[in-house]
Nanobody, 123 residues
Framework: QVQLVESGGGLVQAGGSLRLSCAASGRTFSSYAVGWFRQAPGKEREFVAQISWRGGTTYYADSVKGRFTISRDNAKNTVYLQMNSLKPEDTAVYYC????????????????WGQGTQVTVSP
């Protein structure tokens, strides 16, 4: 199995930046696609970004494209989400998830999830 732990969340002002980390253990992280999701109060969990297991293909939600960057360091078994130009509407609990599937993975198909890290963006 794969265990995932998110970190790096916090409180920032609008326009600021944060870098989230998703550290994996238990299996070879490099063989998994990893996605970032977020869930705001009163809303369903939504897709943010995904990176392929080789790191050569990325996907972004329209709401974050151009502001967020997903990357991975397989030597460290870690995936990152660099978040710039943060907006209050980015406030949510951010989760990372991993799956061995190829291509864009639907949220219902992700097999492994972390516990989430809180990101709060003040106006």
């Amino acid at each position: 199995q794969v265990q995932l732990v998110e970190s790096g969340g916090g409180l920032v002002q609008a326009g600021g930046s944060l870098r989230l980390s998703c550290a994996a253990s238990g299996r070879t992280f490099s063989s998994y696609a990893v996605g970032w999701f977020r869930q705001a109060p009163g809303k369903e969990r939504e897709f943010v970004a995904q990176i392929s297991w080789r790191g050569g293909t990325t996907y972004y939600a329209d709401s974050v494209k151009g502001r967020f960057t997903i990357s991975r360091d397989n030597a460290k078994n870690t995936v990152y989400l660099q978040m710039n130009s943060l907006k209050p509407e980015d406030t949510a609990v951010y989760y990372c998830a991993a799956d061995r599937a190829v291509g864009l993975v639907k949220i219902s198909n992700y097999d492994y999830w972390g516990q989430g890290t809180q990101v709060t963006v003040s106006p």
